[in-house]
């Protein structure tokens, strides 16, 4: 079956370490997205990509890398200079067709604690 | 500014009815669109319906319609016949562009939603 998946389930990251998010996708989707979910909060972007080697930052990208080095994948790390990790972070993906309509698949999530 | 708001943060319904999850938008792009997505415990979020500004006809997917009304600005879910497995949460967003022409998707806070028996 198509669809996106997430590693690990549950990530605890210490004081000063960098710690990375996995998400694999075999819906041979162009887009791909990162989110992060906070309690009462809606989705906030963090990054995309529209094609391989090629990134952009979105609305709260500051403590975060990425990299899409194959179509498949999109890795985020959460680095020690963001100061506030802890919270839901899901990964998506869409085709790109160009009329706005594209629905976003998303894996199952990844919940990020501080020790 | 662009802004969603989903003005219930908890709803309950009986098993077999019909409910209404409220979704307001506030936009000055004339081409927009609207989602509705549903997160069950598990996380992850699955897309339901979609509904264009352009759209002449109110979308529908199978017990899921939206009832779009664009003068009042708003996009709200109904369920039919609801059933347990539709407990979960519920999230409206929009799709915009912004000054620079970049496409953008803004959501709302959510509803939750419980069914019971």
């Known amino acids: 079956d198509g669809g996106i998946t997430q590693s690990p389930k549950y990530l605890f990251r210490k004081e000063g370490q960098n710690v990375t998010l996995s998400c694999e996708q075999n819906?041979?989707?162009?887009?791909m997205y990162w989110y992060r979910q906070d309690p009462g909060q809606g989705l906030r972007l963090i990054y995309y990509?529209?094609?391989?080697?090629?990134?952009q930052k979105g609305d709260i990208a500051e403590g975060y890398s990425v990299s899409r080095e194959k179509k498949e994948s999109f890795p985020l790390t959460v680095t020690s200079a963001q100061k506030n990790p802890t919270a839901f972070y899901l990964c998506?993906?869409?085709?790109?067709?160009?009329?706005?309509?594209?629905?976003?698949?998303f894996g199952s999530g990844t919940q990020l604690s501080v020790l | 500014a662009q802004k969603i708001t989903q003005t219930q943060p908890g709803m309950f319904v009986q098993e077999k009815e019909a409910v209404t999850l409220d979704c307001t938008y506030d936009?000055?792009?004339?081409?927009?669109?609207l989602f509705w997505y549903k997160q069950p415990s598990s996380g992850e979020m699955i897309f339901l319906i979609y509904?264009?500004?352009?759209d002449q006809q109110n979308a529908t997917e199978g017990r899921y319609s939206l009832n779009f009304q664009k003068a009042r600005k708003s996009a709200n879910l109904v369920i039919s016949a609801s059933q347990l497995g539709d407990s979960a949460m519920y999230f409206c967003?929009?799709?915009?562009?912004?000054?620079?022409?970049?496409?953008?998707?803004?959501w709302g806070l959510g509803t939750s939603l419980a069914v019971n028996p």
């Open positions: 998506a993906s869409s085709i790109l067709r160009g009329k706005g309509d594209e629905k976003l698949f």
């Open positions: 819906l041979n989707h162009d887009a």
């Open positions: 990509s529209q094609i391989v080697n090629d990134f």
């Open positions: 936009t000055s792009d004339p081409s927009y669109g």
């Open positions: 509904q264009g500004s352009y």
């Open positions: 967003a929009m799709r915009y562009y912004n000054a620079g022409n970049n496409r953008k998707l803004i």
